[in-house]
């Protein structure tokens, strides 16, 4: 367990969830594998299949507070783990420290202050780099569409 | 490849925000909830007007079948907490009994002689509702998030 609850948290968190909504992911992709226990074919894949249902309960969660979803929509159920979710992982985000330091500013800042301090606001990036708080959302897109580029051969 | 994967990775090689020890001891608790044999009752929609479609509007309403079995969920906030509500449908008959189940408590009742059941005191969270009624197995539904 302890294999996947770390990932599995990440993931959540990641998508912007607060710790109680992340922890209502995490605990709810366990739910889901304890009623979908018959149904997963492959055993060796049951963290991923964790990690793919933990990604769209918060995805979920996410959609439910910005009030996009009714609240009684259940999810789909996940017959196939989504390999994208392979990037999670300590070596990808070591190797991925390591690109981020080649970007130039304020993206490397940027980055740091948000993946660094997962519940930092706006405002406060905002006063770090001296720039309109209006101006960090756009800038953390394009920052993060740089690392993206630079993360293109790790999957 | 999305950012939110990007930025997760990152985390986890850096070693911050790591996984709370409650999270991790809910898993645990998760992994107990297992019910063997049961049937899994999938969701289906809702009869319009049965029920108003948030909680945040004060009630929420489900509703499950499987096995020629139709159970319904109807949750509603009092106080921080939740009580839970529903009919089995046709009525499961003498023996049988309701349980609301939560990653941290259950609670049974006997059903009404209609099929109706009610909990009061559930807490915000995950819950479950299975209908036992022996000899044949139970049917329970999907794991519901009930909260504001």
Redesign the interface.
């Known amino acids: 367990m302890a294999r996947f609850d770390g990932r599995m948290w990440s993931v959540a968190r990641a998508h912007g969830l607060n710790p109680a909504d992340a922890a209502d992911a995490v605990q709810g992709a366990w739910l889901r594998m304890i009623e979908s226990l018959d149904g997963i074919r492959d055993p060796e894949a049951i963290g991923a299949w964790l990690l793919t249902t933990t990604r769209r309960e918060a995805v979920r969660l996410c959609r439910k507070a910005r009030g996009e979803l009714p609240a009684d929509v259940d999810p789909p159920e996940v017959t196939e783990p989504d390999p994208a979710l392979a990037v999670v992982d300590a070596d990808v985000g070591r190797e991925m420290w390591r690109r981020l330091a080649t970007l130039g500013e304020p993206c490397q800042t940027l980055l740091r202050l948000y993946v660094l301090n997962p519940d930092v606001r706006y405002g406060q990036i905002a006063a770090r780099l001296g720039i309109p708080v209006g101006s960090v959302g756009p800038a953390k897109a394009r920052c993060l569409a740089k690392l993206r580029v630079l993360a293109h051969d790790l999957l | 490849?999305?950012?939110?994967?990007?930025?997760?990775?990152?985390?986890?090689?850096?070693g911050?925000?790591?996984?709370?020890a409650?999270?991790?001891a809910?898993?645990?608790a998760?992994?107990g909830?297992?019910l063997p044999g049961s049937i899994?009752a999938a969701?289906v929609p809702?009869e319009p007007g049965s029920g108003t479609?948030?909680?945040?509007s004060g009630t929420?309403?489900?509703r499950f079948a499987a096995d020629g079995l139709t159970l319904t969920v109807e949750f509603e906030l009092d106080a921080g907490l939740l009580r839970v509500s529903g009919q089995v449908t046709p009525p499961p008959g003498p023996g049988a009994w309701i349980e609301i189940r939560t990653?941290h408590l259950g609670k049974t009742r006997a059903p009404s002689d209609a099929g109706g059941y009610a909990v009061t005191s559930i807490p915000i969270?995950?819950l479950?509702v299975a209908c036992h009624r022996p000899p044949d197995p139970p049917v329970?539904t999907?794991?519901?998030?009930a909260?504001p």
Request: proline share 8%; glycine share 2%.
């Open positions: 490849m999305s950012d939110e994967l990007l930025v997760a990775a990152m985390r986890i090689a850096a911050v925000d790591p996984v709370p409650a999270v991790s809910d898993a645990c998760a992994l909830l297992q899994l969701p809702a479609r948030s909680l945040l929420e309403f489900h990653p969270g995950w479950s329970v999907r794991w519901i998030l909260r």
